[in-house]
């Protein structure tokens, strides 16, 4: 008998969990257990416990319905867990590596050697970030704001459940605030996307403190649910990148007012924003990648994650 492994992580065994809202990723090779985050109780699981990404591991009999993916796809997917969480470097720095990393085995031809050396590129990262090299290059990456000031406005238009902001003093302004992005004139965006980079910095030390890995987490979460990256992997580097760009907005705008921003409050974020991601409004809400840098992802990409 045909025996696959299943990965199950911790998160999914969190007692807030009902076991009937798990999901299976059944993959020819593999099956994976995951949880949407559209629910608060997933977020919180996945996000807040350290110990969430540890897996059980058991074997099953393979599904009929079984996705086929490729040997290359399935080290790139280890790759870019392994970006990802390269020690000591912050999300900014992981993204950027991940994004060398695609675009490094882009360019890799399809031969007996190639799934060697796409495993081997976190390791080489790894050494360049030890050696100051990654943040040297990340720090040269050219200061370009349009895209930035773009995916702000478009947070004005998004069709989110404002039901799920937590019980706060802050929920009842907040919610106005995110919906007048789209109303700013060029002059107000650029002030804007200068301010919200101040407070992110000012206050992501102490919004952290809690959960240093929250946002380690969630993408973690993104590259092993939606086992990233498929075949376009360009433009699904570039989704994930203004996802992470966008929730951090949404932190900082949360922050604006003085408001303390705690783990509590970005887990309930980052579900409003999932829920939002999973729906059939994203289809029709986000096109202004689009509209920018054409054919270049990498480009538009690392313009977010820069300055």
């Known amino acids: 008998m045909n025996v696959i492994t299943c990965y199950q992580p911790q998160f999914t065994l969190h007692p807030a969990v009902a076991s009937d809202r798990i999901v299976d990723f059944h993959y ?144 009842a302004t907040f919610s106005m605030q995110v919906s007048l992005l789209m109303l700013q004139d060029a002059n107000s965006e650029a002030q804007m996307q200068q301010q919200l980079a101040q407070v992110w910095q000012a206050g992501r030390a102490e919004s952290l403190a809690q959960a240093p890995w929250i946002l380690t987490h969630y993408l973690v979460y993104r590259v092993y649910h939606d086992f990233f990256p498929t075949e376009n992997a360009s433009y699904q580097y570039l989704q994930l990148v203004s996802d992470y760009f966008q929730l951090k907005t949404l932190f900082s705008l949360w922050m604006m007012d003085g408001t303390p921003l705690t783990a509590q409050d970005m887990t309930a974020l980052v579900s409003l924003f999932e829920q939002w991601r999973i729906s059939d409004a994203q289809n029709q809400e986000r096109d202004c990648q689009h509209e920018l840098f054409a054919g270049n992802e990498l480009l538009a990409a690392f313009s977010l994650i820069a300055g």
């Open 28 to 171: 020819q090779h593999e099956t994976r257990r995951s949880l949407l985050l559209n629910e608060l109780a997933h977020c919180q699981a996945v996000l807040l416990d350290p110990e969430a990404f540890t897996l059980h591991i058991a074997g099953r009999e393979p599904s009929e319905a079984a996705i086929a993916v490729n040997t290359r796809l399935q080290k790139l997917n280890q790759a870019s867990i392994d970006c990802v969480t390269l020690p000591g470097l912050s999300e900014e720095l992981r993204l950027y590596a991940l994004g060398v990393m695609l675009s490094t085995a882009s360019n890799l031809s399809d031969d007996a050697g190639t799934c060697e050396r796409i495993a081997s590129l976190p390791g080489s990262l790894a050494r360049h970030a030890e050696q100051g090299a990654l943040e040297k290059m990340f720090n040269d990456l050219p200061a370009i704001d349009a895209l930035k000031q773009k995916l702000i406005r478009e947070l004005g238009a998004m069709s989110f459940d404002w039901n799920r902001l937590p019980e706060h003093p802050r929920s």
